[in-house]
């Protein structure tokens, strides 16, 4: 799943172009993204980063970013990528 402060619409033709596998969620006023990435200063835009969540729930690995934009280390870092549980 990836969230993101951008419109709902801005989402869906991002998902058409990229056909992205995953669910993109509308975090417009930026509370999520506050919570998790921080915002940046002036244009209130969520900072860029990928975070892979084990199946326990816990955070295992944070790319952030200029690596966060291509989701290639996230997917890799992924447990089940390892053939972890």
Not at 34 to 60: E, I, Y
């Amino acid at each position: 799943m990836a969230i993101s402060t951008d419109d709902v619409e801005t989402l869906r033709k991002f998902k058409e172009k990229t056909k992205a596998p995953y669910p993109l969620l509308s975090d417009p006023g930026g509370k999520v993204a506050s919570q998790w990435v921080g915002l940046m200063p002036l244009v209130k835009l969520a900072k860029r980063a990928n975070f892979v969540v084990g199946q326990d729930g816990t955070v295992k690995e944070v790319i952030e970013g200029g690596d966060a934009i291509d989701p290639t280390a996230a997917v890799n870092a992924c447990p089940a990528a390892k053939g972890e549980p």
